[in-house]
Structure formats: structure tokens, C-alpha cells
């Protein structure tokens, strides 16, 4: 609940129910969770699935019904910029086309709108004031909705450019690019956290992915000269608001992570095993830490592997306040609705969900996710 996982994270106090955080996007476990088939009522069955999993911190609250649009396997156009991809009860997006051919194209274009409304990102997001407080009204003491955002200064020049403008812009020439580009991103950003530290929550969780799954992109100095002094400023009107701010990041943050707390971040939600899990532990210890489960093994492994991974977790976490468990990859349509049972099964036994938390058919749930 909202009010238990604020007490755990900010008083540091071990509670008899752990806190959680999940992205459900699974349709067949949402309506085994709540008993609501989420395509007739989604509002209802998400609260309903958040109540029963033991979810306490969401990103997720919707306030009409999804649409299903496509099947699975299926992607389409979605306009001339990007395409949709089925992936659960929602879609996820991604771009195809960029506005630069290359990096010289890029560097000679002086008029460029870094417009956060405009992009398309693959989260369930849209920054909007009264939105956000309106789905932090809905969730009530349910859980503790948080808005997210997704280009806090390196992300923009992947969702903006490409990887390969970026890159080779970057690493080319990264004074120029500083100033054409990273400077103006880093004023688009400010503005933006300005914005969301008003919002009437404790925390604010920035997204960046630093690096891919074998390490950062560029030299660690790179990040030291263009990204970890602007995150300090970054950081500056959360703090200057007495809130705390949550980095999340999928890739091999390991190198990153001293950086990340000395640059003021007060806790993670990063993916693991990309990241070493125990590295975390060591570093985030004494925040606050949400991740935990890793998603390929939640996909591709047993229920006897998931069950003995949840047990591992509880026990490597039991006096660490500030954890969250969570699997960061999200729970979406392609995991098997077995492996999410024993998951969640798990989670009761290690106390971060109540028991009974199955209130539908499983037949039925099958079914939502065939269909």
C-alpha cells in the first residue's frame, strides 16, 4: 500500500508484507490476479490485480478500456515515424525513422525542436500535471503511482537521433556536440523535472540507459565530461523539494553505479542480471533498491528455477528496508502464465504477496493471452 511502501523506503523500517513494484502487461495474469477479464473493464482489473499481487509501487493506471489493435506476432506502421508491436494487453513503439541521415547532416542543421511531448516512447507514459495526479488519485492507498521519465539527458539523443547519429556525433566531435545538442537537452530536462518535482510525491524516477548489456557505449570519461556533472544539476530541484530520486536503467550500469550515488541518486531500479545484482546491494544498500528477478529467467525458466530465485533474493535483501522486488524487463504477454504462477507463489512464501492472490480461471486466463 501507498502508505506502507513511503514508511519503508523513507523510515527505513523492514515490514511484515516487502514491498513491490511490477509492469503488468500480461493479460492472462492480470485477470487471474483480479477475476476482471481486463478487456472489458481494464481500470478495474488492473486496481484489482495491483491489490491482490501485492504490487505497491505502479506505473500503470489506466482510466479506460485498452483497445486491442494486434495479435501476437503482429506489428504495423503506426505513423511515418514509428511502428507498433504487440507485446501484451499493450503495444510497445519504436522508431524507424530519424530526422539525419548521418552525422554531418545532424551537424548542419541549425533548427532542431526538442518537444518531450512530441516523442514516442515505449512506456506507458504521457507528461501531463494533472494526468499524473489524477492516476495518483486513482491508485490510492493501492500503491504509489509514479511517472517516469524516459529521455533525462542521455536517452534523448537515442530516442532523438539514433544510435548511429549519436554515436558517431558524439564520439567525432563531442564539444560540438555538447553544445549543439547535449546543452540544449540538458535545459529541455531541467525544465521537465522542475515540472514533475511538484507533483505531491516523495520520489521522481529519471530513466537514462547508459550502457547495453556488455558495458557503456562510449569511454567511461565521456560520461564523466558530458553526463554526470549535468545530472547533479538535474537532480538539483528534486532534492531542493526534500524528494528523492529513483535512476532507472536497463544495460551493464556495473561501472556507473559509484557515479550514480555520488551524483546524488538515492535509489535504482535497474535490469539484473545486466547489472550484478550484489553489486547493487553493495552500493544502494542503504536506499533504495527496485529490481531483483531476472526477466529471461522468468520467460525461458522453470518454476522450480523461478521459486528458487525468488527464495534467493528474499534472503540476500531480508535486512535491506528500501528493496522493492520487481522483474524490470516487465511481465508481458510471452512469459507462461505456469512460470508466473510459480512466481508469484514464491513472492507469498518470501512475503512480498499475500496468499490467495488468484481470484480467476486459468483456463480463462490462457485463453486471454492465445486470443
Known amino acids: 500500500m501507498t502508505a506502507d511502501v513511503i514508511s519503508a523506503f523513507s523510515d527505513k523500517r523492514i515490514l511484515d508484507k516487502r514491498p513491490s513494484k511490477e509492469s503488468l502487461n500480461h493479460a492472462g495474469l492480470v485477470y487471474l490476479a483480479s477475476g476482471i477479464d481486463p478487456y472489458v473493464d481494464t481500470p478495474a482489473a488492473y486496481l484489482g490485480a495491483y491489490r491482490s499481487l501485492g504490487i505497491d509501487i505502479l ?11 494486434l495479435r501476437p506476432g503482429e506489428s504495423r506502421k503506426h505513423d511515418a515515424h514509428h511502428r507498433r508491436a504487440y507485446l ?33 516512447v515505449p512506456v506507458p507514459h504521457c507528461f501531463d500535471l494533472d494526468l499524473i495526479r489524477k492516476k495518483t488519485a486513482s491508485a490510492g492507498e493501492i500503491g504509489l503511482y509514479y511517472y517516469m521519465l524516459y529521455t533525462t539527458l542521455f536517452m534523448w539523443g537515442v530516442e532523438y537521433l539514433g544510435w548511429e547519429v549519436f554515436m558517431v556525433a558524439a564520439s567525432l566531435e563531442p564539444e ?13 530536462s531541467l525544465e521537465l523535472i522542475t515540472e514533475l518535482s511538484e507533483v505531491e510525491i516523495p520520489y521522481v524516477f529519471v530513466h537514462d540507459d547508459l550502457a547495453e548489456k556488455k558495458g557503456p557505449v562510449f569511454h567511461p570519461d565521456w560520461y564523466d565530461r558530458y553526463i554526470f556533472p549535468r545530472y547533479k544539476e538535474l537532480w538539483k530541484p528534486i532534492k531542493d523539494r526534500g524528494k528523492k530520486v529513483i535512476f532507472v536503467a536497463d544495460g551493464n550500469m556495473d561501472c556507473f553505479l559509484t ?26 544498500g542503504d536506499g533504495i533498491i527496485i529490481c531483483g528477478m531476472d526477466t529471461t529467467l522468468l520467460t525461458f525458466g522453470t518454476p522450480l528455477e523461478i521459486s528458487a530465485a525468488v527464495d534467493l533474493i528474499s534472503r540476500k535483501t531480508r535486512g535491506i528496508p528500501g528493496f522493492a522486488l520487481c522483474s524490470p524487463g516487465g511481465l508481458h504477454n510471452n512469459i507462461p502464465i505456469e512460470n508466473l504462477i510459480a512466481y508469484y507463489d514464491a513472492r507469498v512464501c518470501a512475503s512480498f504477496t499475500k496468499e490467495n492472490w488468484r481470484k480467476g480461471d486459468i483456463d480463462y486466463a490462457r485463453n486471454l493471452v492465445r486470443d
Do not use: W
Not at 548521418?102 to 514516442?120: M, N, Q, W
Not at 560540438?176 to 529541455?188: G, I, R, S, T
Open 59 to 69: 506505473n500503470r493506471v489506466p482510466s479506460q478500456n485498452v483497445v486491442r489493435r
Open 88 to 120: 501484451g494487453l499493450y503495444d510497445t513503439f519504436f522508431r524507424e525513422v530519424y530526422p539525419y541521415t548521418d552525422a554531418d547532416d545532424f551537424f548542419a542543421d541549425d533548427d532542431f525542436d526538442l518537444d518531450y511531448r512530441k516523442l514516442i
Open 176 to 188: 560540438l556536440f555538447d553544445q549543439k545538442f547535449l546543452e540544449p537537452a540538458f535545459e529541455a
Open 259 to 284: 557515479n550514480l550515488k555520488a551524483s546524488g541518486v538515492d535509489g535504482v531500479m535497474l535490469e539484473n542480471p545486466a547489472t550484478n545484482f550484489d553489486k547493487i546491494l553493495d552500493v544502494f
